[in-house]
């Protein structure tokens, strides 16, 4: 069976354990915590970052958008890009918008600081990385639910990777019960139908040891 190494709370990794789910790809999730740098787990990624795709045949997929980009070529049965040229290229732009500005904006000031710090023992949280953290969320909200008033997803008429890029930063950030849901019902609707979808049901059971999710999480009503 293919394996995928991933860490959790992680958004790329998420991507791809979503991406996998779409498709129907049955596959073993293997844990990793990329900082402590196993010498087995640098043979497959020397950059030492999840995720890393490892298929049936020992073809070896490493890093976050080649794990993205491989498995839309690989098996494209089930795409999550539209065929036409400027549609892919909108899925591609709002997906980039949340795998790499709200990552830097908003996961890695929350998440990065309150939670892996935590994990891998890198120190105390940095309070003003927390607080940009916080006020730049809502402004991403805000564009979720400028995107969602005018397309039924948010990429245009049919569910994609643009929709799963978010989600899963949204998810990321909900473990951590940092998403002001009052503040936009919108993004609220659309993610609480991104949540119904069984694609998304493992990400809702992740369960960190001695760090647990807010009772909400998991909870498809909210």
Known sequence: MRTLYHHPIHALSRTARVMLAEKGLPFEPVVERPWEWRTDFLKLNPAAEVPVLVEEDGTVVAGGLAVIEYLEEAYPDTPLLPREIAARAEVRRVADWFLTKFEREVTENLV????IKRLSGQGHPFAPAIRAGLANVTYHLDYIAFLSERRPWLAGPVFT???IAAAVQLS????????????????KDWYARIKSRPSFRALLADNITGCPPPRHYADLDF
Not at 112 to 115: D, P, R, V
């Open 112 to 115: 990065g600081e309150k939670l």
């Open 161 to 163: 990777l643009a929709d």
């Open 172 to 187: 990321c950030l909900d473990y951590i019960d940092n998403v002001p849901w009052d503040r936009s019902p919108e993004a």
